[in-house]
């Protein structure tokens, strides 16, 4: 490999002994990916501060995602779209599944930008789009302009896969698990906040006559604060990415930067052509030869495991807040927007608290995919007790929803945390965000069906109150045990191929 040099104030180039041991491993100077990796040998304790980026930006690209769901019943109720009160369910499925629709159009376009021009520009423009487009939601003034807003939301904002890439780039190899395990508690808080948002803060005028008067923006668009309030999270988020370091490995600029150090002239050619054979070699360390993912069974397999449940997760979500506002009735719980906002608070500290201090450590000595089976297999009895807690009244039925609440996202969570590890074992740096891209695009798709699967299941279940088999809700929630069962066997060979790393547990 050619020396590496610099040039002294002469314009003579002369030799870096430090930077050619260096290139000699494999690093290049101008390489932000070098860099990350060179700060990765040099840390010997935990970078808290990576792992708060990792944090807010995963919490900015999850809390629009659900933050609807506790007042989505009211906006289309005010939309006067529905004929019946039945009907709601159905209409709000569309716009909850309209982002989901938007994600999994332009995911794997995303994925791809990343590996070719780097994970933070990417980052910038999902959070920057989430100021944008969840604003507008909160001002729109029909159903269609809803789901525009909610489908450009989603095409802008794909910032799960590139997130979870880049946890896995900036963090130290024995750090990993925390990392996505921070990946996967802050997605799982702001699923469980965003909506808590939505719950406290939606309809204000209604609620805190004092602080909002009724000629306020509040009281034109009831629904505006508390999308406002996420928008303006997400602004913070967008200005402290400008600070976040690139993780991408780019070697290719450094062919120009070498070659003007060295005074190469045209007619040199010779010369030239020596120190790009160089450059391409060490570049080669880096850059290994990319497969098809599509023919990467380990990775596939655990993509079509994690949409399948990803599937059960956000028609879960929906029909949970439909159930518990609707009337008793029909079966719900007559719970208030204000009342489903607590319950979903409570559930995201006892989730925290969970996923920090228990998962990893859990993680370790059982291996994520054990850790999926049994949050998958835990999850099937629990749901199948949450029509009967309609039941309960005054404060036993506030605790206990509040325990079923906590209980599931928990495991919720913990089984998706195990699948991004598997996922990301699967595949190789410069692969990882495309890789990424596709499992969102996939998720995405999956997610697309959900809500309005969902909206449309719960709306027909509510007209069948007095059916002979599984009436109302309880045939809710028996299908969407049935898809947490397919989940579960889809766990097991000979379906689920694990990536031959010691990193992952064995079967």
């Known amino acids: 490999m050619a020396a590496a040099v610099s040039g002294d104030r002469s314009g003579r180039a002369i030799t870096n002994p430090l930077l050619e041991r260096e290139e000699e491993d494999g690093y290049h100077e101008n390489c932000p990916g070098c860099r990350v990796d060179r700060m990765k040998r040099q840390q010997t304790k935990t970078n808290y501060l990576h792992l708060s980026y990792i944090w807010t930006v995963s919490l900015c690209t999850a809390l629009p995602i659900q933050s609807l769901f506790p007042f989505i019943y009211f906006m289309i109720k005010d939309f006067h779209i529905a004929e019946k009160e039945e009907d709601i369910g159905y209409y709000a499925g569309f716009v909850g599944s ?66 979870r890439a880049y946890a896995t780039e900036v963090c130290k190899d024995e750090h990993k698990a925390l990392a996505l395990s921070i990946v996967s508690t802050s997605r799982g808080v702001g699923m469980i906040i965003g909506p808590a ?64 150090s060295r005074n190469i002239t045209r007619e040199d050619s010779a010369e030239e052509s020596t120190v790009k054979s160089d450059i391409e070699e060490a570049s080669n360390i880096r850059k290994p030869r990319k497969a098809n993912l599509l023919r990467n069974w380990p990775l ?30 029909y079966g719900g719980l007559s ?29 370790r000595k ?11 297999a835990v999850s099937i009895p629990l749901l199948a007790c949450f029509p009967f807690i309609a039941m309960l009244s005054g404060l036993v039925l506030h605790l206990v929803v509040n325990l079923a609440s906590i209980l599931r996202n928990t495991l919720s969570v913990s089984l998706v945390t195990g699948l991004f590890i598997l996922q990301n074992d699967a595949v190789a740096q410069s692969e990882r965000a495309a890789a990424n891209g596709i499992s969102l695009t996939a998720m995405s798709v999956f997610k697309a069906f959900g809500p309005a ?8 279940a509510q007209k069948r109150q007095v059916a002979a088999f599984l009436p109302g ?16 066997i889809l766990t097991f060979k000979p379906f689920l191929a694990q990536p031959n790393l010691p990193s992952v547990a064995s079967n």
């Open 98 to 163: 309209s982002f989901m629709i938007g994600r999994a159009l332009t995911s794997f376009l995303w994925g791809r930008v990343a590996d070719r021009y780097g994970r933070k520009p990417v980052i910038l423009i999902g959070t920057l789009s989430v100021v944008i487009f969840s604003s507008l939601f909160g001002l729109s003034t029909s159903f269609w302009m809803a789901i525009s807003m909610r489908f450009l939301l989603g095409c802008f904002n794909s910032l799960l896969g590139i997130i």
């Open 197 to 260: 948002i939505g719950g406290f803060f939606a309809q204000p005028a209604d609620k805190y006559p004092s602080l909002f008067p009724q000629n306020s923006i509040f009281r034109r668009f009831p629904y505006f604060l508390p999308c406002f309030i996420i928008s303006i999270y997400s602004l913070g988020v967008f200005i402290a990415c400008w600070w976040i370091p690139e993780t991408l490995h780019i070697h290719g600029k450094k062919l120009n930067e070498r070659c003007d």
């Open 300 to 329: 596939m397999s655990t993509i079509i495991v994690y949409c399948v449940f990803s599937l059960q997760e956000i028609a879960y979500s929906e029909i949970f807040a439909l159930w518990a506002v609707s009337d008793k009735s």
């Open 335 to 363: 719970f208030s927007s204000q009342d489903v906002g607590e319950v979903l608070t409570i559930s995201g500290l006892g989730l925290l608290m969970f996923q920090l201090l228990l998962y990893p450590p859990m993680e």
């Open 366 to 376: 059982l291996g994520p995919l054990m850790v999926t089976r049994l949050s998958a």
């Open 453 to 460: 699967g969902g909206g449309a299941l719960f709306s027909w």
């Open 473 to 488: 809700d309880q045939m809710v929630f028996f299908v969407l045990n049935l898809v947490q069962g397919i989940g579960l």
